[in-house]
């Protein structure tokens, strides 16, 4: 069974950074794409965030270029979201997963407030 546990958010204000981390259970996160996502509060969408390609190749979406850092640790088979200069419209619950997706974990709220 494919399971994880999102950790890492918090509380930060403008400017700041957090670094997110997903521990998996049931699969080789080294075998696989891996996706982070969040889901703003009220919307029922998640949307993808950043992500790793089969191939190795890291992707973002425009509003967290340059801010934001996909990375993973094969040994630990963990991933991680490297957020530098936050800012409240990245306010949100983070998830991660791998394409094609599986069940969600409990995810980690992300708030950036003064």
């Known amino acids: 069974q494919v399971r994880f546990v999102e950790s890492g958010g918090g509380l930060v204000q403008p400017g700041g950074s957090l670094r997110l981390s997903c521990a998996a259970s049931g699969v080789m996160l080294s075998q696989t794409s891996i996706v982070w996502y969040r889901q703003f509060l009220g919307k029922k969408q998640r949307e993808w965030v950043a992500?790793?390609?089969?191939?190795?190749?890291?992707y973002y979406i425009n509003s967290v270029k340059g801010r934001f850092t996909i990375s993973r640790d094969n040994t630990a088979n963990t991933m991680y979201l490297q957020m530098d200069a936050l800012k409240p419209d990245d306010t949100a619950i983070y998830y991660c997963?791998?394409?094609?997706?599986?069940?969600w974990g409990p995810g980690t709220q992300v708030t950036v407030s003064s």
């Open positions: 992500r790793i390609s089969l191939e190795g190749e890291p």
């Open positions: 997963n791998i394409a094609p997706n599986r069940a």
